[in-house]
């Protein structure tokens, strides 16, 4: 019998798990017995995948930047890739502005339902953390996040995966060296993370043998904590133009690919999908990363030279799905509680603010709803509407965070299809990977 291909076999893992939430939250004691007893082994494989990112950046970018062996083309890489990045972000708050002004998801919330958001969530520990945390950013200065991008430890940057940024930095900088001090000089520390670039991809391919049973840890939990489904059925249409836009913004991408890297987008959505599960059920770019990365060089044939610079900046700077929802849910908090403030001159501050707060969002936890915040204030949002702005909108950030992070990985992966295409990088036959392709010599 022919074995299922990996994005089959998480999706009946996502399938079961939502089932299984389902069922388990019907019963007095299933929340408990999912928290204690499933929760925990969903929580290892995202370790796991954490665990291994920074090493797979150092490694690989290293071998990537070592491998061109001419710092123009890694300069020309670097330009091409935070141009797109900032072009597509634009695209995607366009998209989402354009979605909620015509759709108005606002005109169809009660005073009775904002009462009851602002009851449940308004005092949230959660919301008053990242109006804090925002309050923080405001005061910072307008260079701080290239502040924040200079490690002065390098050591305790690699301990921190919300570094990464950092850890970047160090990398491009340690590669660079390597080339300007030649070839025979560099070439003991080349192959040492050369090698420990195979190593790291071969515990890729070992961790993802656990992805399907991961994923139905991971949804079952996320279900049984679900909120209260009357609040969340209240919240469908402001739900469903977040997820129109990023739907919409998906067909932007596999148009990109269609027109630009001349490759089927049915294709290149197969090929990505056991990243895109994986990025559903973790909510977290940097957590999918290794796996993003492995279908990217193997499975659709992008260069290590171009995927290893690309991949890790795109998962710290590209946030085009969180940036839509930052567009679609400023202007529905504004439809609900502040009709005046939708001028035009606001929605042209939140493209611009969303786009400068995603690039230096890198070193802010909870990064969504911090710069929501951060957008609220640059248009002059009424400060003491803020908890009850984050309320309306807390219900649902979970799911939508969810389907975001789907958008931010499709968005890198595309990415890094045009500019391995435009460099000359992007190979038609790619040679995937088993976990078990070496098992005979260690048998």
């Not at 339902?113 to 804090?132: C, E, F, P, V």
């Not at 991809?201 to 994923?215: E, H, R």
């Not at 999908?273 to 977290?284: G, I, K, R, V, W």
């Not at 909108?393 to 295409?421: E, H, W, Y």
């Amino acid at each position: 019998m022919k074995k299922l291909e990996l994005h089959w076999r998480i999706m009946i893992g996502m399938v079961f798990g939502i089932l299984f939430g389902f069922g388990m939250a019907q019963l007095t004691w299933g929340k408990d017995f999912i928290m204690d007893w499933i929760g925990p082994f969903g929580q290892i494989f995202v370790n796991l995948l954490k665990l291994i990112a920074v090493p797979l950046i150092l490694a690989s970018l290293i071998k990537g930047i070592s491998d061109l062996k001419d710092i123009s083309k890694f300069r020309n890489i670097g330009f091409r890739t935070i141009g797109i990045y900032m072009f597509t972000t634009v695209i995607a708050i366009t998209i989402g502005l354009v979605l909620v002004n015509v759709i108005q998801p606002g005109e169809g919330i009660s005073e009775e339902t904002i009462t009851k958001l602002s009851n449940t969530y308004a005092n949230d520990g959660d919301i008053q953390g990242k109006i804090a945390e925002a309050t923080n950013q405001k005061e910072r200065g307008p260079l701080q996040f290239l502040v924040d991008m200079v490690p002065s430890n390098a050591l305790a940057a690699m301990s921190n995966n919300k570094l990464m940024l950092q850890v970047i930095f160090f990398t491009i900088f340690m590669g660079i060296s390597m080339l300007l001090v030649g070839e025979k000089r560099s070439k003991p520390l080349k192959d040492f993370f050369d090698s420990l670039n195979d190593v790291i991809l071969k515990m890729v391919d070992l961790i993802m043998l656990a992805a399907p049973y991961a994923v139905f840890a991971l949804l079952s939990q996320v279900v049984v904590t679900a909120d209260d489904p009357e609040i969340l059925q209240k919240l469908l249409s402001y739900s469903g133009v977040v997820v129109l836009g990023l739907l919409l913004m998906i067909a932007f991408y596999c148009s990109l690919v269609y027109f630009y890297t001349k490759k089927n987008p049915i294709w290149f959505l197969k090929q990505m999908s056991p990243a895109q599960l994986l990025a559903f059920s973790t909510s977290s770019s940097a957590a999918t990363l290794p796996v993003t990365m492995e279908r990217v060089e193997e499975h659709i044939g992008v260069d290590k030279e171009v995927s290893s610079f690309v991949l890790p900046v795109g998962a710290t700077i590209n946030m085009d799905g969180t940036s839509l929802y930052q567009a679609v849910a400023a202007v529905f908090i504004m439809q609900v509680l502040w009709p005046e403030g939708l001028t035009f001159g606001n929605q042209l501050s939140i493209v611009l603010t969303a786009l400068l707060a995603s690039i230096g969002s890198a070193a802010v936890p909870g990064a969504g709803m911090v710069m929501l915040v951060i957008v609220l204030e640059a248009i002059g949002f009424p400060a003491d509407l803020y908890p009850v702005a984050l309320a309306l909108i807390f219900a649902v950030d979970r799911p939508l965070d969810m389907c975001r992070t789907v958008v931010n990985v499709t968005g890198d992966a595309t990415v890094s299809m045009i500019v391995a295409k435009s460099a000359g990088k992007l190979h038609d036959n790619p040679k995937p990977k088993n976990w078990d392709d070496n098992y005979d010599e260690v048998k």
